[in-house]
């Protein structure tokens, strides 16, 4: 007893060093966080489930016009368009087309009969609004595809397919 009284007492600050030692090598290990916590989860294929993350900062990228304008050429080329048809548009037509030919048709000045011209009148709008009509002129070429939303389904068409209100006039 009296000799491990004695290794105490001479190797008393060798031991509390290695006191000190272990237990601030446990504090440092318990106190100090185990990694980089992100405070968002998400998983692949899923929607973000939180509020807009913007940056705290902004800043500009400068570019000539040259690459702008090459960029937008590539943009214009590469983008597959997409177009909502409303077929309330087709019916309002097919309505006033009706309408407008009960008030102005009269069966003494015409040889055609009216139930014919009807006919055939419809039988134009169902082709002219078949895959819609486009008012806008737009910079795409016939063969370019497109996709056509037509409430909830969506079709691929090709823009060529459209009928375009410049050909109106040939087309009746």
């Keep these: 007893m ?9 190797n ?40 807009n993350l913007y940056a705290p ?16 050429e590539t943009i214009i080329q590469n983008a597959v368009p997409y177009f909502d048809r409303d077929l309330e548009v087709s019916n309002n037509a097919k309505s006033q087309f009706k309408e407008r030919l009960n008030d ?3 069966d003494s000045l015409y040889t055609i ?4 011209i009807q006919q055939s009148g419809l039988q134009l709008l169902n082709a002219i609004y078949k895959n819609g009509v ?28 459209f009928f375009k209100l410049e050909d109106l006039d040939s087309s009746i």
């Excluded at 009284?5 to 001479?10: D, G, M, N, P, Q």
């Excluded at 486009?134 to 595809?145: F, H, S």
Aim: charged residues 30%; proline residues 4%.
């Design 2 to 10: 009296k000799n491990i009284f004695s290794v105490l007492a001479r």
């Design 12 to 51: 008393q600050s060798l031991i509390y060093k290695v006191f000190l030692f272990i237990i601030a090598t446990f504090l440092i290990i318990f106190l100090l966080p185990k990694g980089g916590q992100f405070k968002y989860h998400f998983q692949k294929g899923k929607p973000w489930q939180y509020e």
């Design 57 to 72: 900062f902004s800043f500009t990228i400068k570019k000539d016009k040259e690459t702008i304008e090459k960029e937008k």
């Design 104 to 106: 102005s048709y009269v």
């Design 113 to 116: 009969s009216k139930k014919n």
């Design 134 to 161: 486009i008012d806008n002129v737009y910079p795409y070429t016939n063969d370019k595809p497109a996709y056509l939303k037509d409430g909830k389904n969506v079709k691929e068409v090709i823009f060529g397919d």
